[in-house]
T-cell receptor, first 113, second 115 residues
């Protein structure tokens, strides 16, 4: 049973559009939620959200965490073709092996010029 | 964050053979992690490699199939043994960040295709 569910699985937009990617999770003892951007092979770290940091922003990207409703969203404004990638959400559970992350399947974002 | 390199970047192998993937970090780290990403799937943790002790494997992964070495605090290898087409995946190593919240940083990955 998936602990981390992302939606939509894929998304196609045009440059300049704003997109919202969703991540819901179910872990017993939440520690943190992480967003990654994966182009080709390697996931690149974007944000980490914790109980003490539920909102993050970096340029055109922003993310919030709703610990009560167990979900997070990643917003990308004024999208560019370089934003095309798979966006991965991962959750760390305090009860699991230190370092263990549960990943969602990702959202494939395609931005057309 | 640490700089991580992996070799090989990609390989095409015949079934029944074995491939060893190397992961090098530019700083000393206690734990290194090995992940697998099958086509269209999420990242799945294979094992945690600790220096000076046996690797800790996740459910569904065994040492005979995925032996891991961790000879020092900057290097680890993962071997995929007796390969079958189902082993075709991206294999990634990662290391933890400085904080306590489990952020991890990934190497560039190895794309393995088994014929």
């Amino acid at each position: 049973e998936d602990k981390v569910v992302q939606s939509p699985l894929s998304l196609v937009v045009h440059e300049g559009d704003t997109v919202t990617l969703n991540c819901s999770y179910e872990v017993t003892n939440f520690r943190s939620l992480l967003w990654y951007k994966q182009e080709k092979k390697a996931p690149t770290f974007l944000f980490m959200l914790t109980s003490s940091g539920i909102e993050k922003k970096s340029g055109r990207l922003s993310s919030i965490l709703d610990k009560k409703e167990l979900f997070s969203i990643l917003n990308i404004t004024a999208t560019q073709t370089g934003d095309s990638a798979v966006y991965l959400c991962a959750v760390a559970d305090r009860g699991s092996t230190l370092g263990r992350l549960y990943f969602g399947r990702g959202t494939q974002l395609t931005v057309w010029p | 964050s640490a700089v991580i390199s992996q070799k090989p970047s990609r390989d095409i192998c015949q079934r029944g053979t074995s491939l060893t993937i190397q992961c090098q970090v530019d700083s000393q780290v206690t734990m290194m992690f090995w992940y697998r990403q099958q086509p269209g799937q999420s990242l799945t943790l294979i094992a945690t490699a600790n220096q000076g002790s046996e690797a800790t494997y996740e459910s569904g992964f065994v040492i005979d199939k995925f032996p891991i070495s961790r000879p020092n605090l900057t290097f680890s290898t993962l071997t995929v043994s007796n390969m079958s087409p189902e082993d075709s995946s991206i294999y990634l190593c990662s290391v933890p960040g400085q904080g306590i919240y489990n952020e991890q940083f990934f190497g560039p990955g190895t794309r393995l295709t088994v014929l």
